[in-house]
């Protein structure tokens, strides 16, 4: 059974910085390409950061130049390092992988404070 378990979440102020984790296990991580999901109060699910298996890596626009999104698959861990951060990034973040989705975690919250 895949599990997926997010990490390194909390409050920060705007303009600073977070770096979130996600550990898998019962998957052959390596074979998948990653990504970094977000969901904001009332609104849907959004991908804002992927990674493939070759490591080339693709952000939403909101995020370009600011999130960057890394992994070790010695670790089975997805990183995302979180810079500049705006009120507007508030929102539970997860990962998963892009394609073939398997059963979300928990997330983990990011609130930035103006």
């Known amino acids: 059974q895949v599990q997926l378990v997010e990490s390194g979440g909390g409050l920060v102020q705007a303009g600073g910085s977070l770096r979130l984790s996600c550990a898998a296990s019962g998957t052959i991580f390596s074979i998948y390409d990653m990504g970094w999901y977000r969901q904001a109060p009332g609104k849907q699910r959004e991908l804002v950061a992927t990674i493939t298996v070759t490591r080339n890596t693709n952000y939403a626009d909101p995020v370009k130049g600011r999130f960057f999104i890394s992994r070790d698959n010695a670790k089975n861990t997805v990183y995302l390092q979180m810079n500049s951060l705006k009120v507007e990034d508030t929102a539970v973040y997860y990962c998963?992988?892009?394609?073939?989705?398997?059963?979300w975690g928990q997330g983990t919250q990011v609130t930035v404070s103006s």
């Open positions: 998963n992988r892009v394609n073939y989705l398997v059963a």
